[in-house]
């Protein structure tokens, strides 16, 4: 309202057009923009952007497959990265359709791939191009998506079809909403390779099948609510190898009405692009676009009608029995010009006798039917896809240069696969434009409007629900799974009786099978005609795929508090508690009082009053007990939400951070963000000087960083991936059993609720839910060596991807390594040491000293750096630095806030007495006393840390080749050198320095804060000992088996 009054915004035109087409501003020659390598590179934003890489492949025997990665950003949710695969062939019978949310995504994946290539646990889609003249280009898919769906793809482009997008430059390609293309509200761009060659195999239930073919690929983006961009989807892909090769595509949306060229309400624009290959040449690029209420005037065609529409009751739409597709357009192929058309008619057959249907696929099957229904009814979307594959012809006209008898038009058969989507009820046109006139002289009967429709909609049954407009009072539709009949009584899903709909003032109407409409008495206005508009109700399942019911309000609360802003409410819920309980506890006092002072002095009240004072009293009493309950619920509630099992260890631990915040805090450490915080912690102990990546020590620490990490993917699937640990005797290198937790990291909000709301709805025959698991975090991390000789450690920090965590090492703790033991020496021309801003942001590194010579690293040497790189690591990848970060600065300070706003109303009856010096000095006391608890709980709290560092890391020192023996002599030795951090005396006062400083300095390492080392090195011994009980009573168990 107040942006209104002072925006100082120009106003804009209601009429004015906010859909801009991709058509709009591209001419009939400039069509063919080519694409380029950011034009394919996965842009991965949040918000609400849906990203997809589609693959589709028609092979040689007639089978369809689809192969698609879907990046979706849903709201202030994590995004959920998707890899779906669908293998399907109408005329065998077979079809196979495996969805899987993946973990570990990362794009670019390592090994020198760009954006173009991403890479996570279940697949892999990585992008190659080559010196090959031919075929420039290619991806390889792999997938792994169980037991019973194996992939491994490669796509090859020909250099004659290049890649395309409509229109040339940055700009070509976008269709944009919004009154403003700079400033929209959101876009849609797709970018093809409108055929490539395919060849491959699928292993299927152990069974391995060839595939050869062709097919397309299409990178899609829509910068915008799905809901918002489109009411109805229409895509083709034909591909044929007569001519040398034929393909046509064809992708079309329509958009709601609240986008068009007139403002708001002036929707249903359709947006078709398309292209033609003949002669395994890309010779046509089409697009065009249809407004409402226009006639199409253009050269270039690019279009496809659905005729003959019935109703299908399984989905309640228009299910086109027949479609046709058109392309017209100028030859984009230099030494062929003219105009080329082409033409493909496909029967699809009818409700009883479909022609080529794969699936009818309802796309929020697989949600809980509440939420559905809560979608159907928000949103207005209800969204169908029909597929099928069918054998077809497409006629072609075109010159005479492309292929022989063009000129004069050919027909060439090959294999269609297309795809009709609905999002909205209303999208075909008959619906849309229905209005039915009601009688014009309208009865009163006993104040009762009564009318009869005149005429009804062929197609439409009694499972359709009436919005009513009379006398400019609009009846919303209420669904039908909440409605109630006139006797009060609840209505079934699946009734067709009369059903209520309520008005906006509060006015009941009845629908009685479409036939008449009346009104609960009230005297209205009484205008010449009514108007009823249909629309169909959200109540019937979709046979194909069974609605999943359940209500997810649990996770739903759960991911709300889980967060800092959960554990202030419950602050404040406290605080507010604690001002009005002592009152309402005065008030019952003093109504006891009065009750009891009456009858010892003789003065009955009468029973009014006496009944006056006991409903007070009760009253009170629920009103304390809330009073009490609710802030002890919101605690706990909070504190409940926050926990969490600790992967590879199983400790429970809180964490009181919503995604919405680690993601906060991995942006601001991704990329340089990290340095500048490292910065900030080595500066205050003077200026760094950081080794530059050139120098031998450097290239050594980073090695041996690099070698620990490529083990961490084992400890996510170690059953499958090191399924010899049981092999070697009591003297060989031991090998750690499974781990009981692997690594999982911390699901996202909206991976977690997804998996909540299929554990509810899982019957006790489906297969097992695995619960969620997202990428780990800061893989590859950073390395930072700092030259400071007189100190013999190293320190971890950080969270996030993009080298928002990372290790930095002392060269103290490298020197004390080749103090030990004489190393040989190597000459090499070390570069001088800079400052640590120039080495961190790659300054440049000069050679001015002379050359001087170097130590070559022994393996014993470097399972010592490995030993402190892997406790370092440890730190990293159980995400203590969260941990720590909610434990200080949120969960404890809450807390002692909390226990000390309850202590002082218990005693303020005792302070007041003393006026506010005393209230004041009790205020200090307790400032003090919560600093002091701080300061207890962080040393527990590193102290249990550091221990599970050590276990963890001789995991990772396993894993990765290394003797995790080595570790307990390694801090055994450490023991004499390192002081205990259970000894509050040693700290130096913190009261002057800030929280961050102090978790900084504990994170670092500092000796006054590190756990009792006797602690660690028992813990390690005792967990290499549990590795060998598990290792003899595996073999036991194996050995005992028939």
Not at 36 to 65: H, M, N, R
Request: net charge neutral; hydrophobic share 35%.
């Amino acid at each position: 309202m107040f942006s209104s009054i002072f925006s100082t915004a120009p106003p804009v035109d209601p009429t004015a057009p906010n859909f801009h087409s991709v058509s709009s501003t591209v001419s009939e020659n400039e069509l063919f923009g080519e694409l380029e390598p950011k034009d394919t590179s996965l842009l991965c934003a949040g918000g609400f952007v849906t990203e997809t890489q589609t693959f589709y492949v028609i092979t040689e025997d007639g089978t369809s497959v689809m192969c698609q990665v879907i990046h979706s950003a849903v709201g202030v949710w994590y995004p959920t990265i998707q890899f779906t695969c669908k293998i399907a062939n109408p005329a065998k019978g077979e079809k196979i359709w495996k969805s899987v949310n993946v973990s570990n995504f990362v794009t670019p994946p390592p090994g020198g791939f760009d954006k173009r290539s991403s890479k996570a646990d279940e697949y892999s889609v990585l992008y190659k191009a080559t010196s090959d003249p031919e075929f420039p280009e290619s991806y390889t898919i792999r997938a792994n998506l169980g037991n019973d769906l194996q992939i491994s793809l490669e796509v090859t482009r020909p250099a004659s079809i290049p890649g395309y997008k409509v229109g040339k430059g940055p700009e070509g390609g976008y269709s944009y909403f919004g009154t403003d293309p700079k400033k929209a509200d959101g876009y849609v761009i797709h970018r093809f390779w409108p055929r490539f060659k395919a060849t491959g195999h699928i292993i299927r239930s152990g069974q391995a099948e060839s595939i050869k073919g062709s097919g397309m690929f299409v990178h899609a983006i829509q910068g915008m609510r799905p809901n918002l961009i489109a009411s109805a989807w229409n895509f083709a892909h034909f591909q044929s190898e007569e001519l040398g090769g034929v393909s046509a595509i064809q992708m079309e949306f329509t958009t709601t009405e609240t986008y068009g060229k007139h403002g708001s309400g002036s929707g249903g624009v359709v947006v078709n692009i398309g292209s033609l290959v003949i002669g395994d040449k890309l010779a046509a690029v089409t697009t065009e676009t249809k407004w409402p209420g226009e006639t199409s005037s253009g050269s270039v065609v690019s279009r496809a009608s659905q005729l003959k529409p019935e109703h299908d009751p399984d989905t309640s739409y228009q299910k086109p029995s027949e479609i046709e597709y058109e392309w017209k357009a100028p030859s984009v192929v230099s030494d062929a010009p003219g105009t080329i058309e082409a033409k493909l008619h496909v029967d699809l057959g009818t409700n009883e006798s479909h022609q080529g249907l794969i699936e009818k696929v309802d796309i929020l099957a697989e949600i809980p039917y509440v939420i559905k229904v809560a979608v159907n009814y928000v949103a207005g979307t209800k969204p169908y896809i029909y597929q099928w594959l069918n054998k077809t012809k497409l006629s072609i006209t075109g010159p005479e240069a492309l292929a022989p008898g063009l000129s004069s038009g050919v027909e060439v058969e090959g294999l269609l696969y297309n795809e009709a989507t609905h999002i909205y009820l209303l999208t075909n046109e008959e619906i849309l434009n229905s209005r039915i006139p009601v009688v014009k002289s309208q009865q009163q009967v006993n104040g009762t409007v009564v009318g009869t429709l005149l005429e009804t909609i062929p197609g439409l049954s009694s499972s359709y629900v009436l919005s009513c407009t009379m006398s400019s009072r609009i009846a919303r539709i209420v669904p039908k799974p909440i409605l109630r009949r006139s006797d009060r009584r609840s209505i079934s899903r699946r009734q067709h009786s009369s059903l209520a709909l309520v008005s906006t003032t509060s006015t009941i109407y009845r629908t009685n099978n479409l036939s008449q409409i009346s009104r609960i008495p009230y005297q209205p206005r009484i205008s010449t005609s009514t108007v009823l508009s249909l629309r169909p109700i959200l109540h019937r399942a979709f046979h194909s795929t069974p609605p999943s019911n359940g209500v997810p309000l649990i996770p739903i609360l759960a991911s709300f508090l889980k967060a800092s802003a959960g554990f202030e409410l419950a602050r404040v819920a406290s605080r507010i508690a604690l001002t009005f309980i002592p009152i309402l506890w005065f008030r019952n006092v003093r109504s006891h009082k009065m009750i009891k002072y009456a009858a010892l002095h003789g003065f009955p009240l009468s029973e009014e009053k006496q009944r006056r004072h006991m409903k007070m009293i009760r009253r009170t009493t629920l009103m304390l007990q809330f009073l009490l309950f609710v802030p002890f619920a919101l605690f706990w509630a909070t504190i409940t939400a926050s926990l969490e099992k600790t992967p590879l260890t199983g400790r429970w631990r809180m964490i009181l951070l919503s995604p919405e915040e680690e993601d906060e805090i991995a942006a601001k450490l991704a990329g340089p963000g990290w340095y500048h915080s490292v910065g900030e912690i080595l500066t205050e102990q003077g200026a760094p000087k950081a080794i530059p990546p050139s120098d031998w020590r450097y290239q050594w620490v980073n090695d041996t960083l690099r070698r620990l990490e490529s083990s961490i993917p084992i400890l996510s699937r170690e059953p499958e991936l090191c399924p010899k640990w049981m092999e070697g005797g009591e003297d060989s290198r031991p090998l750690p059993p499974p781990a009981k937790f692997p690594l999982r990291p911390r699901p996202r909000a909206s991976e977690y609720l997804h998996w909540v709301c299929k554990k509810m709805c899982k019957s006790d025959d489906d297969a097992e839910v695995l619960p969620p698991v997202g990428p780990i975090p800061g893989v590859p991390y950073s390395l930072l060596v700092v030259e400071k000789p007189e100190s013999s450690n190293a320190f971890s920090y950080g969270f996030g991807p993009e080298g928002g965590s990372g290790i930095v090492v002392y060269t103290g703790f490298l020197d004390e390594i080749f103090a030990r033991h004489p190393p040989e020496l190597q000459s090499t021309p070390p570069p001088a040491p800079k400052s640590f801003w120039s080495s961190a942001f790659g300054g440049l590194f000069s050679n001015s000293q002379p050359a001087p010579s170097h130590p070559i690293p022994t393996s014993e040497q470097t399972a010592e750096l490995a030993i402190l790189l892997a406790h370092e690591m440890a730190h990293l990848l159980l995400s203590h630095h969260l941990e720590s970060l909610s434990s200080v600065n949120i969960i404890i300070p809450g807390t002692l806030s909390i226990a000390s706003d309850i202590i002082r109303v218990l005693i303020f009856p005792i302070t007041m007495l003393f006026g506010p010096f005393v209230n004041d000095a009790v205020a200090q006391l307790g400032k003090v006393g919560s600093g002091e608890l701080l300061k207890i709980s962080e040393y527990c709290s590193s102290t249990h840390q550091e221990i599970e560092a050590d276990v963890v890391s001789a995991r990772l020192l396993a894993h990765a080749g290394f003797d995790a023996r080595d570790a307990i002599r390694f801090w055994e030795h450490r023991s004499g050198e390192e002081a205990e951090c259970a000894k509050p005396g040693k700290h130096e006062p913190m009261d002057n320095v800030s929280t961050s400083s102090r978790v900084a300095r504990q994170i670092m390492g500092d000796n006054s804060t590190h756990p009792v080392n006797e602690l660690r090195v028992n813990s390690l011994k005792e967990e290499l000992a549990r590795w060998e009980s598990e290792r003899r009573k595996a073999i036991a168990e194996s050995s005992s088996l028939p």
